[in-house]
């Protein structure tokens, strides 16, 4: 499997603030995706991150509060903006190296907003 | 619509104890996939295991077993002889092969916990 880190692994930010988010990975893979863990809950997808063009997000998620940038196969970027209490989660990034196949998760990035 | 249930919110046993967690899923496509995912206090998700509709033969990887049953929808994780290292929350979750890209579903997950 893919060795996956993320930066920052956590973080405390204040309301209406921004937060990005790096994930990078160490070989190149096709599939990488953003997904939510609000505190006490299961995973939630965000987004798919697509190389070279906008990412696909699910739906209750939009590009203005998290836009995503991936460009190239390793790396990718997701933003939280204009957070609020509500955006405290651990956002963690995962990939897959083929459609539908085994997607590995990055350590996680938990994020407080006061 | 698709959907998977972890019935069992939170489980403790005592260690050397063998413990089962329940997973049922539900899904219209004919083809997909099951996992199942460990997340320790850490935070991070491990991947423990992957199974596509046309396998049902059961797995075991040393303490670990699951039994896959079509007829019930069922993906059960055993852990045999558990050790204080498995208490974390675990997730099984699904991909739905034709009608889901690459969305994983989840569960929402069972905490185990076990006393020494």
């Known amino acids: 499997s893919a060795v996956i880190s993320q930066k920052p692994s956590r973080d405390i930010c204040q309301r209406g603030t921004s937060l990005t988010i790096q994930c990078q990975v160490d070989?190149?893979?096709?599939?990488m995706f953003w997904y939510r863990q609000q505190p006490g809950q299961s995973l939630t997808l965000i987004a798919t991150a697509n190389q070279g063009s906008e990412a696909t997000y699910e739906s209750g998620f939009v590009i203005d509060k998290f836009p995503i940038s991936r460009p190239n196969l390793t790396f990718s970027t997701l933003t939280v903006s204009n957070l609020s209490p509500e955006d405290s989660s651990i956002y963690l990034c995962s990939v897959g190296r083929t459609d539908r196949e085994t997607q590995y998760f990055g350590p996680g990035t938990r994020l407080l907003v006061l | 619509a698709q959907k998977v249930t972890q019935a069992q919110t939170e489980i403790s046993v005592v260690e050397k104890e063998d413990v089962t967690l329940d997973c049922v899923y539900e899904?219209?496509?004919?083809?997909?996939?099951l996992f199942w995912y460990k997340q320790p206090p850490s935070g991070e998700l491990v991947f423990l295991i992957r199974?596509?509709?046309?396998?049902?033969q059961n797995e075991i990887s040393g303490r670990y077993s699951w039994n896959f049953q079509k007829s019930t929808s069922s993906f059960n994780f055993t852990i045999t002889a558990s050790q204080v290292v498995d208490s974390a929350v675990y997730f099984c979750?699904?991909?739905?092969?034709?009608?889901?890209?690459?969305?994983?579903?989840f569960g929402t997950g069972t905490r185990l916990t076990v006393i020494p």
């Open positions: 199974r596509n509709s046309f396998d049902e």
């Open positions: 979750a699904l991909i739905m092969a034709q009608t889901g890209a690459n969305n994983l579903f």
């Open positions: 070989s190149q893979v096709t599939m």
């Open positions: 899904t219209r496509d004919t083809t997909y996939y």
